[in-house]
C-alpha cells in the first residue's frame, strides 16, 4: 500500500494556505499520496472549545507578522486577508463537492478559492464575490450553488469534520501519517520525517 499523508484543511486558516503549498513538495518527496480531507474549522472550535488566534487580540497582532515570516521561509506569497473572519461554510462544502465531481476540478477550485483569501485578497464572505472567483476560474456559479445544496455534499462536510474531532483535531492545519497526528504549517519537518 502507497504510503498517504492526510490533511485535513479549512480555507479560513491562513497557515494551511502556506502548508496548502508545503505538503505537495512533502508529499512528493516522500513517494506519498495526499488524502485531502475539507472540514469546518468552525465546527472543530465549537467542539474542542478552541478559538481563532485572531479572537485572541495580543495574538492576532503578532499573526500577520509571523505569517509572513512563515511565508518568506516557504517563498510563498501572501497577503492577510483585510475581510477575517470569514465564513468559511460555503467555500468549504464547495471544496467536498467538486472533490466528489472530479480531481482535476478539486485542484483548481483549490488554487482558486486560496488565492482570492491569501494572495490576491477578496471577501469571500459575500455571495457576489465567490461568484466572481468562480467565473473567473471557469466554474459556472449557478452550478455551484446548485451541488453545495445537495445533502450528500453537506453530509460528507459534517461527517469529514464529525471524524477529525473523533480522532482529536482540534485545528487547522491537522496532518495524519498513520495514527500519528501533527498540528500546524510549523510541524511539516515531523511529516517529512514520518514519510522518509
Known amino acids: 500500500m502507497a504510503k498517504q499523508v492526510e490533511f485535513f484543511f479549512d480555507f479560513g486558516s491562513p497557515y494551511t494556505y502556506l502548508a496548502y503549498h508545503q505538503l505537495p513538495k512533502i508529499a512528493k518527496a516522500g513517494n506519498a499520496d495526499i488524502v485531502w480531507r475539507p472540514i469546518l474549522l ?4 465549537q467542539a474542542t472549545g478552541n478559538h481563532s488566534p485572531v479572537e ?4 492576532g497582532k503578532h499573526l500577520a507578522v509571523d ?12 497577503q492577510m486577508n483585510p ?13 467536498v463537492a467538486m472533490q466528489l465531481r ?18 490576491n485578497p477578496r471577501n469571500l464572505g459575500l455571495a457576489g464575490e465567490v461568484a466572481a472567483v468562480l467565473q473567473e476560474a471557469d466554474f459556472d456559479p449557478a452550478q455551484f450553488m446548485a451541488m453545495i445544496s445537495e445533502p450528500a455534499v453537506k453530509d460528507q462536510l459534517k461527517k469529514n469534520t464529525t471524524e477529525a474531532i ?11 501519517v498513520g495514527n500519528d497526528m501533527y498540528w500546524g504549517q510549523d510541524r511539516l519537518h515531523f511529516v517529512q520525517q514520518a514519510l522518509a
Open 83 to 95: 475581510h477575517f473572519p470569514i465564513n468559511t461554510l460555503s467555500l468549504m462544502r464547495g471544496a
Open 102 to 119: 472530479s480531481d482535476a476540478e478539486f485542484h483548481r477550485y483549490l488554487a482558486a478559492i486560496f488565492s482570492a483569501m491569501f494572495e
Open 67 to 78: 505569517l509572513l515570516r512563515w511565508a518568506k521561509q516557504f517563498g510563498v506569497s501572501m
Open 56 to 59: 485572541v487580540p495580543l495574538k
Open 166 to 176: 473523533e480522532r482529536g483535531v482540534f485545528g487547522a492545519p491537522t496532518f495524519f
Open 42 to 45: 468552525g465546527g472543530v472550535f
